[in-house]
């Protein structure tokens, strides 16, 4: 229950803290989640009535009022999670930030890849939608980031789809297993091979790797 960091959840604001510029947000978990000002969408298109240029927490959310959120920091001990409004979905070369104008490239990448991945940034980002090219995206094709972004565009549908239809408190996106995500993170033609010793696991790894790069599928190999 406390292993949620990536977490994207339809919340309801409980009560808001001025003093502290922040709000408890109930996601459904037992401890409240923390919204604090810095990670508030500050131009949100159901904030409170406001003066022009005000904005404290107090006008931009409200008690009762549902938003959707995505889980910074695990809860601990007697504190629960850490929430931001500003949802990233990584994928295997790029990071989908919806709602947002932002575009980037790993800096950890050459000057020549970066201009190179820069026109391609411009190819397949999605309208409306903010886009941060990986290291991982080093030497990769357009196809293979068209792709990518494809499938992270789908997926926030879904969200998005969810969140009209779900009451809140609701999970709407859970991130991927450890598993799964160290694939996602790790897993190019450079390695050998991937030996999982559980099948249940073994097989998700397998057809998780048929959808990114069907030609490594071959590489997860099973353990027993």
């Known amino acids: 229950v406390n292993q949620i960091d990536g977490n994207i959840y339809r919340g309801r604001v409980k009560n808001v803290l001025p003093g502290m510029e922040a709000a408890f947000v109930d996601i459904g978990t037992p401890k409240n989640a923390v919204l604090y000002w810095g990670d508030v969408q500050a131009d949100r298109d159901d904030a409170i009535e ?12 409200r008690p009762g009022q549902t938003i959707v959120c995505q889980v910074t920091k695990n809860p601990i001990g007697l504190k629960g999670a850490r929430l931001t409004e500003e949802i990233s979905l990584p994928g295997r070369f790029v990071v989908l930030v919806p709602g947002s104008e932002v575009s980037g490239i790993s800096k950890r990448l050459d000057d020549h890849e970066r201009k190179r991945l820069r026109k391609l940034l411009d190819e397949v980002r999605p309208e409306g939608h903010g886009l941060i090219v990986r290291t991982a995206a080093e030497g990769v094709s357009v196809e293979e980031l068209r792709k990518d972004v494809e499938q992270l565009v789908a997926k926030w549908t879904d969200i998005e789809d969810k969140a009209r239809r779900l009451p809140a408190p609701a999970l709407l996106h859970s991130d991927a297993h450890l598993a799964l995500r160290v694939i996602r993170e790790e897993f190019t033609d450079q390695y050998r091979g991937v030996i999982v010793d559980d099948l249940e696991l ?4 397998r057809d998780y790797v048929r959808d990114i790069d069907p030609s490594l599928a071959d590489r997860v190999q099973y353990y027993d």
Not at 50 to 61: D, K, M, N, S, V
Not at 202 to 205: I, P
């Open 50 to 61: 406001r003066e022009p240029g005000a904005t404290r927490i107090e006008h931009l959310l």
């Open 202 to 205: 073994f097989e998700a790894v």
